[in-house]
């Protein structure tokens, strides 16, 4: 059976497809559909036959649901207590390099483009939130902060949950994400903090992208109740 059969998202199964898969693996097979019916799974296979895939795709298929995301870090978070924030993070970087994969099909369709390298750098921040918007996620607006960070800012974030009164940002899967995401775009790694969040009262969703030290100046600002842009 073809990925094709298997009930992923349109923008997901063109990601698949661009990258030359066709057909899944064993473990994709009888994963895949599982997941995607929100069942619960424990799979074992061996060292590369695409056990991420099988878990990163249907999810990412799903995720675009705000409901479905929230219900995951709700059941994460009942399970692993305080574990859960690193899993939630760990379970989207994993997703990331699959993201971009979506996003390399979808940018040539909408833009013209096929090359990401190639995109105007004063609409590379639009086509971004262009993508994210239509995979669910909400819009993003992507600028720069300070002199070594890029933010994006969210108002309506698919994970976050202004009911949650959360006393911290917890869009985890987000920030891990995002650093997949952007990881694959320009092939290193790349660190993402959450700042701002909706889960904790604020306006808007903020992930801050840079270096390590540019996020620990940051964060290091705001424990101490400092202005972290002025910090980086």
């Avoid at 960070?149 to 994970?159: G, K, P």
């Avoid at 969040?197 to 100046?217: I, W």
């Amino acid at each position: 059976m073809p990925f094709s059969k298997l009930g992923l998202s349109p923008k997901v199964l063109d990601g698949v497809l661009a990258a030359g898969y066709t057909d899944p693996t064993p473990i994709q097979l009888r994963a895949i559909p599982l997941v995607l019916q929100g069942r619960d799974l424990i799979g074992a296979a061996q060292t590369g036959t695409g056990k991420t895939a099988a878990f990163a795709l249907p999810l990412i298929s799903r995720l675009g649901q705000r409901g479905a995301l929230r219900a995951l870090r709700q059941a994460l978070h009942q399970d692993l207590g305080e574990q859960a924030d690193g899993r939630l993070q760990e379970a989207g970087h994993a997703a990331g390099p699959d993201l971009y994969a979506c996003f390399l099909r979808w940018l040539p369709a909408e833009t013209g483009v096929a090359d990401p390298g190639a995109i105007d750098a004063t609409k590379f921040g639009a086509v971004l939130g262009d993508f994210f918007q239509a995979l669910g996620w909400g819009r993003v607006a992507v600028t720069r902060v300070g002199s070594g960070a890029l933010a994006f800012d969210a108002e309506q974030w698919a994970e976050a949950d202004p009911e949650a009164r959360a006393g911290y940002p917890s869009c985890h899967f987000s920030a891990g994400l995002l650093a997949g995401f952007m990881g694959a775009m320009v092939q290193q790694p790349v660190s993402v903090m959450e700042m701002e969040c909706r889960s904790a009262g604020q306006s808007r969703c903020r992930f801050l992208l840079g270096s390590p030290d540019v996020l620990e100046a940051a964060y290091q600002a705001a424990s101490e109740g400092k202005d972290y842009v002025s910090a980086i």
